[in-house]
């Protein structure tokens, strides 16, 4: 597999990116201040020429992490030193930075918040398109012209320990149990319209020392996509460490470092914490936030409850069961509910009642489990009696498949390893749309452009979180779809394997997530 992997890799040629047309135009714009601003160009020292540029060692360098002073722990003003990496405040008369600089002689910083580079103890700006690289790395910097490259073009790039990789296909460090994090991440990473609205995220003069947690976590999940998908990347490898920050915090520490969680909980909240920043700042005349547009789909659920609820009422239920005919008045109840994933149910497994062990591993067919939507049989509730049906009304151009493995009983979590079968392309869910032509309200259907508009419910796997092991001390790991080469891969943490489409489909997959195919 590694050997395959590789091989793949040789065969692409290396596709260069100039850095120079992301620092071209800040240069540009600097000039023009410069010249409305008598002031600040008497203020401003740059030079072209700095001596210590040799003491640059790009391989110490880690951005990944939270932007905090070695020594003092303020993340005020944050400067990494070029040579060591270490992070310092800075970068005036006895800050940490500018001490650094005297006591080691390590001169030249990079300043973290804007990417601008200073020779201390000298203090002036060293301009140099040498830097773009550094500069790259901290910020990475997109625009649509390469962004639409990333799906067409296989970019192959080189680590500086010479790790070979795809841009989007790098490993994630596991901070600790974070594991059911890191498949979150590489599976929304996958998401074209999230990936590419964080990939073309830019600042908008935001305080970041003063910022609502929610939005903190939009901002550095944008970052991180970012690395992810830099083809300058220094390590080949991305840690999520300021994304689990804010995570923990806008969550209040329901999801957190050191503890596993069921990374369907913290997809949800994830989706609805973004969603919620996205609409606070959306303008009054759209209607759909970047999320509601790309997971959102509609069920109505129909639901028939027993009328009669008199003493006799559980007396009538149990005659009923036992296939006495006893007449019972329901009530119908409709309600549409929007989605941004679907649950399916496995059925329950076969035990060995003596030995306690599964018989063997059933297999079952993703369509028969999405039989729940069809809108046709009801199903009735073991507790209350009521008869539930669901069927679908629309569907989202990302649909999120949850496959209900754990149980959780009076003692522990019991989790279910049956096989789901489902098709990698073309998963064609036509059959499951409520077919609103024959509901017999024409008028409307005739009115609603949407609902006359050709629309294609062939779907194909972009991403799939699998769950290995035991309910309790297992692992999440993610298989990911790489469209530029259209290979598979697998991806635990920091581990990325080439994998072939047959092994996608034998794993015990718990969270699938499906693209709409776009008819031309
Ligand atoms: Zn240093």
Redo the contacts with the bound molecule.
Sequence with gaps: MERNHKDNLLKKRKAEIDLSQFYQKNQEEGDKTDQSNGEQQVQKRQRKDCPYLGQIKRHVLDFDFERQCSVTLSNLNIYS?L????YFQGKGKNTQAYT?SLE?A?NVYINLHDSRVWCLPDNYEVEDAALNDIKYNLLPLYNQQLVDKLDSEPIFSRALDGTEFYPGCLGLNNLKQTDYVNVMIQALCRIKPLRDFCLIYKLSGENLNNVDPKHLLVLNFAELVKKIWNPKNFKGHVSPHEVLQSISQASSKRFKIGEQKDPINLLTWFLNTFNEDLASKNSKGKKQTMIEDTFQGEIELSQLIPKNKDVNFLNKIAAMKTNVDVNVQYEMKNQKTKFFFLTLDLPQVPLFKEQNQLASIPQIPLMTLLKKFDGKSFIEERVTAIKKKYRIVSLPKYLIIHIKRFHKNDYFIEKNPTIVNFPIKNLDLTEYIWDQNSSGNKEEVNGDKAATEKVSYKYDLVANIIHDGQAEDGKYRVQIHHKPTDQWYDIQDLHVNNIMPQQVVVSECYILIFERQIHN
Excluded: A
Excluded at 83 to 86: I, L, M, Q
């Design positions: 030193c040579t060591c990496g270490r650094h080691e390590h």
